[in-house]
């Protein structure tokens, strides 16, 4: 079954409220403008209820259908954006300095209205659908704080499905896997103590800039030499912080970064090898160090029965050799995650295209994925509550 017809009618509609949403971002739980539209479009749709502040700004809307029936299901979409500027000169370019949609969750947000408008209108369904819109995926962990505000069992929520846009995959194609599908996101902090001095005279001093190069290269040894080559995993320094000037050798630095993995032992070797190598390196050249490591997002992991019939439910959509049921682990991290601890479910990639890539000041959600996305949706509600 291809595109659904009202779908493809609500297109145009649709796109404005992604390219409004897209020059209007705003961060992590601070989505009060995209929190307050969602919510008056949701009831301006007939929902049956609409419900703020679950999760400090997240919103649900729940639309029963009219066919007798208990199930419940919940669909998910994020609202924030990233601090970032934009550099895609379109007319719907972001307003707010420092501040873009680089991700795609404008087109998550009005993919799941468009969804949420049609199913209002059609109830073709037994049971209810949950619309989950979710604020603060980028680093505030806002699906966890639904989950702890009560989103799956205030409303009954069974099962629960996630979707991201997806650069690279060609437009129209699905693509997904049971199992371990994004990886767990850990913070590493690292600061350093040294001795500072003036920059000519070195051997008087203990270089905090040195111990951090130091210490930087040997992290790179524990993915080659420490995890078994057939797992996967990611250390990453992005941060380094020292010196204010070009002839002190700083007393402090800092360094900040990441550690992905898709399995749980991997993830506590990661852990265990970091702590060592700093400690043995500052060790090394006379300095000092304190390491924080900070358990971040876990692994999106797809339950086996509800990833067959995501993917089924795809090939619907985009036809049977559109939907690749067997893509790797991605090594981005989703807090999807832990609505998939709660309840089974299963989170799936619908291509963007040729498009830059996410979280890039380039990017822009194409428009033209629209109707696939929200038949997707739409599909996927009306054969779960199937009568």
């Given at each position: 079954m291809p595109i659904v017809n009202r779908v493809a009618d609500l297109h145009r509609e649709i796109t404005a409220w992604r390219r409004d949403l897209h020059a209007h971002p705003e961060l992590q739980y601070d989505v009060h403008r995209t929190a307050a539209s969602v919510a008056d479009k949701l009831r301006s749709f007939g929902c049956d209820d609409v419900v703020s502040g679950i999760g400090r700004t997240g919103v649900v809307g729940v639309i029963r259908g009219r066919k007798a029936g208990r199930k419940v299901i919940g669909l998910r979409a994020d609202m924030d954006a990233l601090p970032l500027e934009e550099e895609t000169g379109l007319p719907h370019k972001s307003t707010v300095p420092g501040k873009m949609h680089a991700c795609g969750h404008d087109g998550h947000t009005a993919?799941?209205?468009?969804?949420?408008?049609?199913?209002?209108?059609?109830?073709?369904?037994?049971?209810?659908?949950?619309?989950?819109?979710?604020?603060?995926?980028?680093?505030g962990g806002g699906g966890l704080a639904m989950v702890r505000d009560g989103l799956i069992t205030r409303f009954g929520i069974e099962e629960v499905y996630g979707m991201h846009n997806?650069?690279?995959?060609?437009?129209?194609?699905?693509?997904?896997?049971?199992?371990?599908?994004?990886?767990?996101?850990?913070?590493?902090?690292?600061?350093?103590?040294?001795?500072?001095?003036?920059?000519?005279?070195?051997?008087?001093?203990v270089d905090t800039i040195l111990v951090g190069a130091q210490i930087i290269n040997q992290l790179q040894s524990i993915v080659s030499r420490n995890v078994d080559p057939l797992e996967s995993a990611v250390v990453s320094i992005c941060?380094?912080?020292?010196?204010?000037?070009d002839n002190v050798i700083p007393q402090h630095a800092r360094l900040r970064g990441t550690a992905r993995s898709l399995k749980p032992e991997v993830r506590k070797l990661l852990q265990k090898r970091i702590g060592e190598i700093v400690a043995g390196t500052a060790k090394l050249y006379g300095a000092t160090a304190r390491v924080t490591c900070t358990m971040g997002y876990p692994v999106v992991v797809n339950h086996e029965r509800e990833t067959a019939f995501a993917a089924e439910v795809a090939r619907e959509i985009a036809g049977p050799d559109k939907v690749n049921t067997d893509v790797p682990p991605v090594m981005g991290a989703e807090d999807f995650a832990y609505m998939l601890l709660e309840r089974p479910g299963a989170f799936i990639f619908v291509g963007n295209g040729d498009s830059a890539g996410l979280h890039h000041p380039a990017y822009d959600f194409n428009d033209e994925v629209i109707p696939v996305g929200t038949s997707y949706w739409v599909r996927l509600a009306e054969t779960a509550l199937k009568g």
């Open positions: 993919m799941l209205l468009g969804a949420a408008k049609y199913l209002a209108e059609t109830r073709n369904f037994a049971g209810t659908a949950v619309l989950i819109f979710q604020p603060a995926e980028e680093g997806y650069p690279g995959i060609p437009l129209g194609q699905f693509a997904i896997r049971p199992g371990p599908m994004m990886a767990a996101a850990d913070h590493i902090e690292i600061a350093l103590e040294g001795k500072g001095g003036h920059a000519a005279r070195p051997h008087l001093a941060m380094f912080q020292a010196g204010h000037t």
